[in-house]
């Protein structure tokens, strides 16, 4: 009931600039939390941004050169990457917290992930 779809990957150079969009679906009304982690061969997915009512957060990495933003409708959340090095490549991932949990498929759910969209920056 909750689908979350992104893109913008790809392939640029360090120094470049992406956009990624995740673009989302079904019963996000109560969610309260999106945001972007990274995923890089041999580490743990790490969370680089991600916006509340409180606020944006952005991790020591990305803070200066990531940042999130919303379309009006909210439907769709952006993160405009630049400056961007080769340690930033990785599968991005978008993921929505909801409060309360989401009814699915017998279970309640409180944290949605989309597919994965990936960045590669060579050097």
């Known amino acids: 009931q909750v689908q979350l779809v992104e893109s913008g990957g790809g392939l640029v150079q360090a120094g470049g600039s992406l956009r990624l969009s995740c673009a989302a679906s079904?019963?996000?009304?109560?969610?309260?939390?999106m945001g972007w982690f990274r995923q890089a061969p041999g580490k743990e997915r790490e969370l680089v941004a991600q916006t509340t009512d409180g606020g944006a957060y952005y991790s020591d990495a990305v803070k200066g050169r990531f940042t999130m933003s919303r379309d009006n409708a909210g439907y769709t959340v952006y993160l405009q990457m630049i400056s961007l090095k080769p340690d930033d490549t990785a599968v991005y991932f978008c993921?929505?917290?909801?409060?309360?949990?989401?009814?699915?498929?017998?279970?309640?759910?409180?944290?949605?992930w989309g597919r994965g969209t990936q960045v590669t920056v060579s050097s």
């Open positions: 993921n929505i917290k909801t409060y309360p949990p989401v009814f699915v498929a017998g279970t309640y759910i409180d944290d949605f």
């Open positions: 079904g019963r996000t009304l109560s969610s309260y939390a």
